[in-house]
């Protein structure tokens, strides 16, 4: 008796796959169209502590029709939501943030950005055609102010 599956006998010999990224392009046209707002300061009582934190919260927010002349996609919701969650897995993007972060604790303790050891959690939501990105950043200083 033959085994009540079908045998294989053709394989596929080019393997399709469909991947959706951001374009390095993209992510430098979303950035530079970005609206930006930080809050932060130094911990409370560290400022004669020979190891002091910055923290900082950055938001960001992008709306797409704001750069809808800059892409082939349109500005719209569902757009948005695609963007948010490639934002959240985009190496680029993930640097990006690192230095926008660096350079306001930096900014905000008085030190250069490649001294500070940054740390960050992100969160990135949509309403309408706006991209929201929240960084809260925390730097630690060792030493002295420079």
Do not use: K, N, Y
């Not at 500005?75 to 969650?85: G, K, L, M, N, Y």
């Not at 993930?94 to 905000?108: D, K, M, Q």
């Amino acid at each position: 008796m033959a085994p009540p599956w079908a045998r294989v006998r053709e394989v596929q010999l080019i393997r399709r796959e469909i991947r959706e990224t951001l374009s390095p392009g993209a992510v430098q046209v979303l950035f530079d169209h970005a609206e930006l707002v930080v809050e932060g300061g130094e911990e409370l009582g560290g400022r004669g502590a020979s190891d002091r934190r910055v923290f900082a919260t950055v938001m960001i927010t992008i709306d797409l029709a704001c750069c809808s002349a800059r892409f082939r996609e349109p500005a719209d919701e569902a757009t948005a939501r695609r963007v948010a969650e490639l934002m959240e897995e985009d190496l680029q993007v993930r640097h990006e943030l690192h230095s926008l972060a660096a350079r306001e604790l930096a900014r905000l303790s008085g030190c250069e950005p490649h001294t500070l050891v940054v740390s960050l959690e992100t969160s990135v939501r949509v309403e309408e055609t706006a991209v929201l990105v929240d960084v809260d950043a925390m730097a630690t200083l060792t030493g002295r102010r420079e």
